[in-house]
């Protein structure tokens, strides 16, 4: 849902990146009880440049 309004408000913005930037800096954090699918960024909408 936060890609989806981010792209309506600031459709340059940095979310994508950062969030897996983030994951990949802590490898142990479970995103899977986050809520992620397991192979979430592979999705297109993970993956629009």
Not at 4 to 26: D, G, I, M, S, W
Not at 28 to 48: K, R, S
């Amino acid at each position: 849902m936060i890609i989806y309004l981010l792209n309506t408000v600031n459709p340059n913005h940095t979310f994508r990146q950062k969030l897996k930037e983030l994951f990949a800096k802590y490898p142990n954090v479970d995103v899977c009880a986050m809520g992620f699918p397991a192979g979430w960024y592979n999705e297109p909408l993970w993956n629009i440049v």
